[in-house]
């Protein structure tokens, strides 16, 4: 069965980082386009970044471009996102999925951007 599983949110002050991570498995990682989404309580969930089953297609929403960065390791199965000069508006749980069929849904990770 597909699982992800989350890691690596905390509580971190504005400006600061934080480095996501994401097991994925159940399914032939390589295979697929990977995304971060979050989300705000109450809300919907929102897509953070894209990254193709290389690195040849990377997509950022605009709220987080410059600032972030998704990276994959196709060998271990691992989706990544490094979060640099973090504002309290980034506070949410963060998820990882396969991109074009967001199915599956781990725990995620929250992240607090406070002073």
């Known amino acids: 069965q597909v699982e992800f599983v989350e890691s690596g949110g905390g509580l971190v002050q504005p400006g600061g980082s934080l480095r996501l991570s994401c097991a994925a498995s159940?399914?032939?990682?390589?295979?697929?386009?990977m995304a971060w989404y979050r989300q705000f309580p109450g809300k919907e969930r929102e897509m953070v970044a894209i990254?193709?089953?290389?690195?040849?297609?990377?997509k950022y929403a605009d709220f987080v471009k410059g600032r972030f960065t998704i990276s994959r390791d196709n060998l271990m199965s691992m989706v990544y996102l490094q979060m640099n000069s973090l504002k309290p508006e980034d506070t949410a749980v963060y998820y990882c999925?396969?991109?074009?069929?967001?199915?599956?849904w781990g725990q995620g990770t929250r992240v607090t951007v406070s002073p």
């Open positions: 990254i193709g089953t290389g690195v040849e297609n990377i």
């Open positions: 159940g399914f032939t990682f390589s295979n697929y386009a």
């Open positions: 999925t396969r991109a074009y069929q967001p199915d599956d």
